[in-house]
């Protein structure tokens, strides 16, 4: 069974561009997260989806940020225009309904200059 | 917000010794999960603890849900280079399906052969 897979794995981009990272959940698992680390720091969760729908997107730094997830099976998070704070890793995990276990991909590295 | 705190950023343990890493929080969770993550990829799940007292192994790993539940420790006996890695613990306040999880910075971990 495929694991949860990211896309791009790293994307170089100068400050004021967008960028749009890739998320596929293993297949059935309605709840799919995005979350960020920052080098050095915690990793932060940035948002949930249950299917669909945003059930929680609190962690959200500001509106620079698009996540989307039509269709309920893929996502995408979006960074427009993005700034030099954002750089980090982007993660994304998927879980099977009613379960608190997530697993991760690996990660979408990001660096804006 | 809620802080996972992990110290310290780095361990470094000689081939076949135990580690003990701690994990406190000054705010309750019911749910404590380890994570370990190898270099360029996510975090994939160790052990997970859904009960206050509980403490589970999983083959060399044991790791226990603090009383208070406010912490959480996770053992490593015997250890072996591919050991190596970043030890994540993460809380959440949900038992099911709304995982937000609130993760520690890391501890870094070395095994000298």
């Known amino acids: 069974e495929a694991g949860v897979t990211q896309f791009p794995s790293h994307s170089v981009i100068e400050k004021g561009q967008t960028v749009t990272l890739r998320c596929d959940p293993i297949?059935?698992?309605?709840?799919l997260y995005w979350y960020r680390r920052v080098m050095g720091k915690e990793i932060k969760f940035l948002l949930h989806f249950v299917k669909e729908s945003k059930q929680d997107e609190s962690g959200m730094p500001n509106n620079r940020f698009l996540a989307e997830r039509t269709g309920g099976t893929y996502s995408t998070l979006k960074v427009q225009p993005a700034e030099l704070e954002d750089s980090g890793v982007y993660f994304c995990?998927?879980?099977?309904?009613?379960?608190?276990?997530?697993?991760f991909g690996e990660g979408s590295r990001l660096t804006v200059l | 917000g809620q802080q996972l705190n992990q110290s310290p950023q780095s361990m470094f343990i000689q081939e076949g010794e135990d580690v003990s890493m701690n994990c406190t929080s000054s705010?309750?969770?019911?749910?404590w999960l380890w994570y370990k993550q190898d270099p360029g990829e996510g975090p994939v799940l160790l052990i997970a603890l859904y009960k206050a007292g509980e403490l589970t192994s999983n083959g060399r790993l044991t790791a226990q849900f603090g009383i208070t539940r406010k912490d959480s420790f996770l053992n490593i006996s015997a250890s072996i280079p591919s050991d190596v890695g970043i030890y994540f613990c993460?809380?959440?306040?949900?038992?099911?399906?709304?995982?937000?999880?609130?993760f520690g910075k890391g501890i870094t971990l070395s095994v000298r052969p």
């Open positions: 995990a998927s879980s099977q309904e009613g379960s608190g276990e997530l697993f």
């Open positions: 993460a809380g959440s306040y949900y038992t099911g399906a709304n995982s937000k999880l609130t």
């Open positions: 297949s059935g698992h309605d709840n």
């Open positions: 705010s309750i969770f019911n749910t």
